[in-house]
């Protein structure tokens, strides 16, 4: 099985090569691992194990600031339950709405180095992912 923790490069030169104008809000749907797993970058690993929960926890605490530098918001976050329509074997934990001012301004954030040295906790926190950037009609 695939899974998909971070932007491949087509997509991301697609996006941002893209028309796309003004406000963007991306869809985070989240699947966390039973356990975090900081393999990755050991610089940011608790003393203790946790969860990929509480990891995603810990990444929403510290990047907020970042995305207040960036004009961003977070819309709304919440826990997910099986699709009314989609595939039922499909599941996801929780969603995340967050809209930024421009894909601009994501990108901003996203290549931040303060927001990269804290990003770890959230591929730590990860089985999964989707980001789908929507823009109004």
């Known amino acids: ?50 969860s990929g929960k509480d990891a995603y926890r810990i990444y929403m605490k510290e990047v907020v600031p970042h995305l207040d530098a960036a004009e961003s918001e977070v819309l709304f976050m919440g826990k997910c339950d099986s699709f009314l329509i989609g595939p039922q074997d499909e599941k996801w934990d929780e969603m995340i709405l967050v809209k930024h001012k421009s894909k601009e301004r994501f990108l901003e954030f996203a290549s931040n180095d303060a927001y990269l040295k804290v990003k770890g906790h959230r591929t730590a926190a990860l089985e999964d992912s989707r980001l789908l950037p929507i823009v109004e009609k």
């Open 1 to 50: 099985m695939t899974k998909h923790i971070d932007v491949t490069e087509e997509a991301g030169r697609a996006f941002f090569t893209s028309n796309t104008q003004g406000e963007v809000v991306m869809l985070n749907l989240l699947k966390y691992n039973k356990w975090a797993d900081y393999s990755q970058d050991k610089s940011l690993e608790p003393e203790n194990e946790i």
